[in-house]
């Protein structure tokens, strides 16, 4: 701020001479010819006396200039140059009026104090007409022959140079127009250059430059120096129509903090009025499509203004920044209002794009199938939009009823886009109504897109062990045994496989095989690992189709109600989950092992938001032994001996009392053996994980060995504890390094993906955070859609 | 052999010593000798035809745009003719509407009829040196340091943005973007008819950092190289991925673009029979032709004064053939046969004018 006062001080105590004396050199048609005299400054292009603009461009390189150069380009008021007269005795001569005015107001500018002759109509005392010939040339924008004129008298007659105060002229109405030139080819450095170079362009008489000039600091980074230009204009700069183009180009380049900064310099009128009542709704509009962009939340003020122009208004535009908003607010319900208003506006590739992922978001990805459908061919990022939620449609669980159409489409569509993830989908999909053959014919296809895609090789495991293909299926075993522990896994015992759909046959409607056949894999090469494998299943898929063929039913997949249930969502990324559980429990829903992280990451916030931690974990439910004995002021039993003390540790912990429970179990701990101590120290580090002492509980879990089923528990707990807390603390790689560890216990869910989702996307590795939200939301999990946006627009933005 | 002593020269004139005593023109002698080769009447009859007073050289064979190339031959010639006033309007316009890149390199392309006139950013690589070798000379000629400053700048972007190292050659793209090894599956891409040989002494006067001598080397050694089919001429875009071949999505021809390297070779003093033989053999009846080069056989006639003008120099200076009367008439037609035209009169009068 002060340098700016300082070089606005500058500028209207008109210590602009500097410039010209330096800037007439004879040989002024080389830009560098402009360039005062250095003052001793590093950097070439903004040494010496800052007149103007110049100051303005000099903080361009964010050096202290203005205070420095300020007192330089005073010279002493007596060697204050005289102006050159030379064109206003000419446009006086020609009676050109309208050009005198403008001529003395600048010279009036330039030199504070100087006021014009009288005798201006007054013959000089010779003649020069080529010399008038050059100025007619330069008033009327015949630039290139005014040169050439010059150029040509000054070959006929070497002792010749051209009045300074033309060339001067032609200088900076050349310098305009290059500026115009590059600005208009995106040249931010040119035009900055140019600026530089030619700096009494930027006055209140060519706001034009001042914009471009704020436009091309925006474009290089340089926001501050941006919103010095315009703020030069609303400080300085007295047209009502300059000022309030000013905001509206200032809107489009700045953020609204710098905006706001802006608007402070607001007049108001006579009547009363703001100056810029007028573009107040613009404003508004462009500050909701900011918060939109960076997720914060817009002020309810500016909201309802805006959603009272969006309604009686007739344009999509604002309907579709309100729905952006809302999306990005996690108010699915409102953000699809809003599109639809805009869709029903003016129907485009944005604001269907808009209701496919509200109305994924809102769980409804049927309809976001339908809307997406017929808009996917409006625009690459509705095509992608409409690949994501038709592999989220078809990995909901239970798996939906699908109009044959539909499956169909979807499966058409998947299949074009010769992606893993897609074929993986469909081949969930037919797994989960059973249509066991197509599923293998689909896993089989993400395999030769993707021979690295672990749970389509699982899918085909299972799908094999489902048919009682002992060959298909020791194929897979071999391939992936060593390299996936749940493949291994279903050959150890097969009654602890997940069954998906019982072998029994039970006659499910099915759709044709045909009608989401996969589409061959075509490239031989990409098949990779399995490609043996695929010849020799080719045989089952023969089979298959015939089977297929045979019980061909038209119209309807059955809905998931009447094909018995499998025990376990199917949705890929959950499989893993669902496996370690059902092997290591495979009693009927028992008691997972699991139940307090569950809990714990149960109460993390849903990860829809990249800047927002989750809120505060406490660990509540506990498996502890039976409270029994005689109890303390607390309620608790009071510590007699270790085991009382053990108890006392678990009655605190109910009680929310963690700190104490820590000494209780400490006490036990230390006077304890065997089990009980093994207990106590459980519980010691589960009440420092309680209390929010992580690093602590860390220690407290070595304190005594503890079975490995225990210290797995307790190395996850923590291991969550520590990733929550470092995201928490916005140390996000730290966060990444807490899941890695984390996830060599125990698969990550949902929750804990979005979390490192948001953390790769707070270190700006947008692959990867697309990577884990796009698996994300192939569960069927909004969530995932969410980050896909931000991560959307961030791009999208990046690349504009 | 030419090539050989011009490299020996140019590491002497790196050196800082004077190369003229090894018999290769390189010195201001001949930059001055250029001067005056286009005569008034000549230079008066193409700017009436083709220069705007804005400075806009206008191709009037290809819609009425402008390039770098036509306003870098328009300076060229300016030069030529001495006539300082036409060589500031046109510098003029080229500066301020093309000359805009950040990276200091011209956009090559201006349409009158687009808004705004820049509808692609790209560079034409020909047309920045044929700007800064202009500029160079104009600064000498004419004792204007503004000119020399603006020719240095663009020769060390031209140095820096476009000139590339491949197996070992030095090679110059013809775009900043689009031609590299990188930016195409056959890249890099070259066209022969870049290489203006007779600037590369002046560059090095103005930018001695880079090695331009190298550069000249490449250009001959892509010319060697560049020989395709049947004829052995080259076509208009070559790829130098692998085997040299013609490059993918260009017509396999001999064409408009190609034509012109005999007159830079001989320009620059290049004057080594053998790599002219395929020019001379394609143009003995004197009228140069489009060749689809694949069958080597000639295609459409191209028949303007000014192409066999290109002609009759390769004429003159292999076997002093005399021009023919009609063709030391200048009286322009299209903007480019007819550039060719004075670029090949001015050539004959300053190093054959025993054929006219």
Redesign the interface.
């Known amino acids: 701020m002060p340098v700016s006062r300082i070089a606005i001080a500058v500028v209207v105590s008109g210590l602009a001479a500097g410039y010209l004396v330096s800037g007439g050199s004879p ?4 830009v ?2 402009t360039r005062p005299v250095g003052s001793g400054r590093a950097d070439p292009l903004y040494t010496g006396s800052l007149p103007r603009g110049r100051v303005l461009m000099a903080q361009a390189e964010g050096a202290s200039a203005g205070a420095d150069a300020a007192p330089g380009t005073a010279p002493a008021a007596g060697d204050a140059p005289k102006p050159d007269l030379t064109a206003l005795r000419y446009f006086s001569r020609q009676g050109d009026q309208r050009r005198v005015d403008a001529e003395i107001a600048r010279l009036r500018l330039l030199y504070p104090g100087w006021s014009p002759p009288d005798n201006l109509n007054e013959p000089e005392q010779v003649g020069d007409p080529e010399l008038d010939r050059m100025w007619q040339l330069f008033a009327d924008g ?4 005014a ?6 008298r ?2 006929a007659d070497p002792r010749w140079t051209p009045p300074e105060d033309l060339t001067a002229r032609l200088n900076e109405a ?1 310098g305009r ?2 500026l115009m ?2 600005s ?7 035009v900055l250059q140019v600026a530089a170079e030619v700096p009494n362009l930027l006055t209140c008489a060519d706001p034009e430059s001042l914009w471009r000039v704020g436009e091309a600091f925006a474009n290089t980074d340089r926001a501050d120096r941006a919103r010095d230009a315009f703020q030069y204009v609303l400080k300085n700069c007295d047209d009502a129509g300059v000022r309030l183009a000013t905001v509206q180009k200032a809107l489009a380049v700045l953020d609204i903090a710098r905006v706001d900064q802006l608007l402070t310099l607001e007049r108001k009128g006579a009547d009363g009025k703001s100056e810029f009542e007028t573009v107040r709704a613009d404003i508004v509009r462009s500050k909701i499509g900011r918060a939109a962009e960076t997720n914060q939340t817009a002020a309810a003020a500016d909201l309802s203004m805006l959603e009272n122009v969006a309604r009686t208004g007739t344009s999509a535009d604002d309907p579709l920044v309100l729905g952006w908003y809302y999306l990005r607010q996690n108010h699915a319900d409102q953000a699809l209002t809003w599109f639809q208003m805009a869709t029903s506006r003016e129907d485009t590739a944005k604001s269907a794009e808009g209701q496919v992922l509200a109305l994924s978001a809102l769980g409804r990805n049927q309809e976001a199938e339908q809307v997406a459908y017929p808009a996917r061919t409006k625009s690459d990022d509705m095509l992608k939009a409409y690949r994501i939620v038709a592999t989220a449609l078809l990995a909901t669980d239970p798996a939906p009823r699908l109009e044959a159409g539909v499956l169909a489409r979807t499966a058409d569509e998947l299949g074009r886009a010769r992606e893993a993830s897609g074929a993986q989908a469909v081949g969930w999909y037919s797994y989960n109504t059973n249509q066991i053959g197509t599923a293998i014919q689909w896993f089989t296809t993400a395999l030769g897109w993707d021979p690295n895609d672990e749970p389509s090789a699982y899918g085909l495991a299972l799908s094999y062990q489902n048919q009682k293909d002992r060959a298909g299926f020791n194929r897979i075993l071999q391939q992936w045994g060593s390299r996936s522990q749940r493949i291994a896994d279903l050959a150890v015992d097969p009654r602890r496989r997940r069954s998906a759909a019982p072998p029994v046959a039970i006659p499910a409607p099915k759709i044709s095989t045909a009608q989401i056949a996969p589409p061959a894999v075509r490239d031989p090469v990409q098949t990779g690992g399995i490609s043996g494998s695929i010849s020799r299943a080719s045989d089952a898929i023969r089979a298959e189709r015939a089977a297929a063929a045979a019980a061909y039913t038209p119209s309807r997949v059955q809905a998931a109600a009447s094909v018995p249930a499998p025990p376990q969502p199917i949705a890929p990324a959950m499989v893993r989950e669902t496996v370690r559980e059902t092997v290591s429990e495979p009693a009927p829903r028992a008691p997972r092992a699991m139940s307090r992280e569950d809990l714990a990451s149960s109460m993390l916030d849903d990860f829809s938001e990249p800047v927002r931690a989750p809120r505060e974990v406490t660990v509540t439910q506990v498996n502890q032994p039976a409270v029994r004995g005689a109890k303390g002021p607390s309620g608790c039993p009071l510590a007699r001996n270790p085991t009382t003390a053990a108890n006392r540790g678990w009655c605190l912990m109910e009680l929310e009392r963690p700190m104490e429970a820590i000494a209780a179990f400490d006490v036990a701990i230390q006077t304890g053996t065997g089990q009980v101590k093994e207990d106590a120290a459980y519980g010691k580090a589960l009440a420092n994980l309680r209390a929010g002492l992580t690093g602590n509980a860390a220690v407290a879990a070595t304190e005594a060995a503890q079975s490995p089923r225990r210290s797995v528990e307790l190395s996850v707990q923590i291991l969550t504890q520590r990733a929550i807390a470092s995201y928490r603390d916005e140390k996000y790689a730290e966060t990444i390094i807490a899941l890695n560890e984390r996830s060599r216990y125990v698969p990550e869910q949902n929750d804990l993906m979005m979390m490192r989702g948001w953390a790769y996307f707070n270190l700006r590795r947008y692959s990867d955070a697309q990577r884990i939200f796009t698996a994300v939301s192939k569960t069927g999990d909004a969530a995932g859609m969410r980050g896909l946006v931000a991560i959307g627009e961030v791009t999208g933005r990046i690349k504009d | 052999m030419i090539g050989r002593t011009f490299k020996t020269c140019a590491k002497i004139l790196a050196a800082g010593v004077a190369c003229l005593v090894l018999g290769v023109s390189l010195s201001v002698a001949q930059e001055t000798k250029m001067v005056g080769s286009v005569t008034d009447a000549e230079w008066g009859a193409y700017k009436q035809k083709f220069v705007q007073p804005n400075g806009r050289v206008v191709d009037d064979g290809n819609g009425g745009i402008s390039h770098t190339e036509s306003q870098g031959y328009g300076m060229l010639l300016a030069v030529a003719a001495n006539d300082p006033a036409g060589f500031e309007q046109i510098w003029t316009f080229t500066r301020t509407q093309m000359l805009l890149r950040d990276d200091g390199l011209a956009a090559w392309k201006w349409d009158p009829n687009a808004k705004p006139h820049i509808t692609d950013i790209n560079n034409a690589t020909d047309g920045d040196i044929l700007i800064a070798y202009a500029l160079g000379l104009a600064g000498t000629n004419w004792k204007q340091t503004g000119y020399t400053r603006a020719a240095r700048s663009l020769a060390k972007a031209i140095s820096t943005r476009t000139i590339a190292e491949h197996n070992g050659m030095s090679i110059m793209l013809p775009g900043a973007s689009g031609f590299a090894k990188a930016d195409r599956a056959d890249g890099p891409v070259v066209n022969p008819s870049y290489w203006i040989f007779e600037a590369f002494d002046e560059l090095k006067r103005l930018d001695p950092e880079t090695d331009w001598a190298s550069l000249q080397a490449g250009g001959l050694k892509v010319l060697d190289m560049a020989r395709t089919g049947p004829s052995g001429l080259p076509p208009e875009w070559l790829s130098l991925a692998g085997t040299p071949h013609p490059a993918d999505g260009f017509p396999v021809q001999f064409s408009y673009n190609a034509i012109r390297i005999p007159l830079y070779l001989l320009r620059a003093g290049l004057d080594e029979a053998g790599r002219l033989a395929p020019y001379k053999k394609a143009w003995a009846s004197g009228i140069p032709s489009v060749v689809n080069l694949s069958s080597g056989a000639p295609a459409t006639q191209l028949g303007e004064p000014g192409y066999r003008m290109v002609a009759a120099s390769l004429f003159c200076a292999l076997d002093k053939a005399a021009v023919p009367a009609s063709l030391k008439q200048f009286s322009p037609t299209l903007y480019y046969p007819s550039t060719l035209h004075l670029l090949g009169l001015s050539l004959v009068r300053q190093r054959y004018s025993t054929c006219l």
């Open positions: 040989d002024a048609r080389d560098q010819d015949k630039y290139a022959e040169r050439s004129a010059v150029a040509a000054r070959a050349e127009a290059r030139n590059a208009d080819a995106k040249q931010w450095e040119t």
